[in-house]
């Protein structure tokens, strides 16, 4: 059974930056395209970037130009370093298959205030 474990959140002020890291088991990992989601409070979770499982990478939305993904497929971890951040980027971050989606980690806390 896949399972996917996020860590590198926090409170961090607006401008400020976090490197967010999820390590995945169970699965050949470097065969699957990754991403990573977020889910804000009261609303459905988005997709906010993935990569291929040959390093091909998508944004979704306002995170271009200031959030990055990559993966290491011998640690088998795929992170999303986030710079720029804005107080609408407060959610809760997961990542996950693209697919087919796996079960969700408990996700990790990512707070933008002042």
């Known amino acids: 059974q896949v399972q996917f474990v996020e860590s590198g959140g926090g409170l961090v002020q607006p401008g400020g930056s976090l490197r967010l890291s999820c390590a995945a088991s169970?699965?050949?990992?470097?065969?699957?395209?990754m991403g990573w989601y977020r889910q804000a409070p009261g609303e459905q979770r988005e997709l906010v970037a993935t990569i291929t499982s040959d390093g091909i990478k998508i944004y979704v939305g306002n995170v271009k130009g200031r959030f990055t993904i990559s993966r290491d497929n011998a640690k088998n971890t795929v992170y999303l370093q986030m710079n720029s951040l804005r107080p609408e980027d407060t959610a809760v971050y997961y990542c996950?298959?693209?697919?087919?989606?796996?079960?969700w980690g408990r996700g990790t806390q990512v707070t933008v205030s002042s």
């Open positions: 996950n298959r693209v697919r087919p989606i796996g079960p």
């Open positions: 169970g699965s050949i990992f470097s065969l699957y395209d």
